[in-house]
């Protein structure tokens, strides 16, 4: 899917046009825009300073329908969010999704000041106005990178939340863990429950009373040190990947907590990959993803 659209915030003296009748948007924009070349068109596009129906367009064949409404900004005035530890992927008026980098904690867990995905969001969408809002709708740990969600509502948080199982339709993680994984694929279930004094999660094959947990994997890559697994969730539980590893004698690599040895890579070798859900407004199935890290691969060269 399109990466590349956001909600479209409006800068100082926009233009607006309301489509009559069907046409590509660059055939549209020469025939409202003055007589601007393509070219200049196009370095509209790509600055993204067009905007159909409130959401950012980049693409010069996008097709309009009649009553779509255009609004140009020429002034460049698009705020976009530059952090090393963040990217935007998505947004739009309801949902913010992102790729975090290892390292960044989601929210923070106590009083202190230290910068989070979330500190960081809340920063850049009050920047447009200072009445707006970002809400934590899942977490990664810390040290796993990969794909997060926020909302932009305390109403659209709470629908996610509250439906969660319902409304995500596809999880995926790649895990960089110790040793040969011999079974291709597998299904791991198991209950875990949280010790109150370690804060560790334990898994039992039996039902003591914990959450069930089941977790999909398949073998990707591996040699005689390491294997590079693609892991589905149909449970989302606290630290589930990382305690079913464990328990398969195959802890990710730099994970201490849960039974690992080494770390090649200086890093949790836990990615979250995809996610697909149902939009909560309008109930289409949406997916991201992003590439597996670089350095999950070079150790198979």
């Known amino acids: 899917m399109n990466n590349r659209k956001t909600k479209f915030i409006p800068a100082p003296k926009p233009t607006h046009f309301k489509v009559a009748e069907p046409v590509e948007l660059m055939t549209f924009l020469l025939s409202k825009m003055g007589g601007m070349s393509r070219s200049s068109v196009k370095s509209l596009l790509a600055h993204r300073q067009v905007a159909v129906n409130e959401v950012i367009i980049t693409q010069f064949n996008h097709m309009l329908k009649a009553n779509d409404k255009i ?14 530890k963040l990217r935007i992927i998505f947004e739009d008026a309801y949902l913010i999704i992102v790729e975090k980098k290892e390292g960044l904690l989601t929210v923070s867990t106590g009083d202190n000041d230290e910068t989070t995905a979330f500190s960081i969001l809340r920063n850049h969408v009050k920047k447009s106005s200072p009445n707006n809002r970002v809400y934590t ?16 509502s305390r109403e659209i948080q709470l629908a996610l939340q509250e439906h969660w199982h319902n409304v995500v339709t596809r999880r995926v993680y790649v895990a960089l863990v110790e040793g040969t994984v011999e079974k291709e694929q597998d299904t791991i279930m198991t209950w875990l429950s949280e010790n109150e004094k370690s804060l560790k999660i334990h898994s039992s094959a039996a039902d003591d009373g914990g959450q069930q947990a089941v977790t999909h994997y398949r073998r990707v890559k591996s040699n005689d040190k390491y294997s590079l697994l693609e892991i589905e969730l149909e449970t989302g539980r606290k630290n589930q990947i990382r305690v079913h590893m464990e328990g398969i004698g195959h802890p990710i690599v730099g994970d201490k907590k849960y039974g690992a040895s080494v770390s ?11 996610l697909a859900f149902y939009h909560p407004i309008t109930l289409e199935i949406v997916s991201f993803e992003t590439p597996v890290p670089r350095d999950f691969l070079h150790l198979f060269h």
Do not use: Q, W, Y
């Open 71 to 84: 609004v140009v900004n020429s002034s460049r005035g698009n705020i976009e969010l530059t952090h090393p």
């Open 137 to 152: 709708v899942h977490r990664l740990d810390r040290e796993t990178s990969g794909i997060l969600m926020f909302a932009k």
């Open 264 to 274: 090649p890579i200086g890093r949790l070798g836990l990615h979250a990959r995809v």
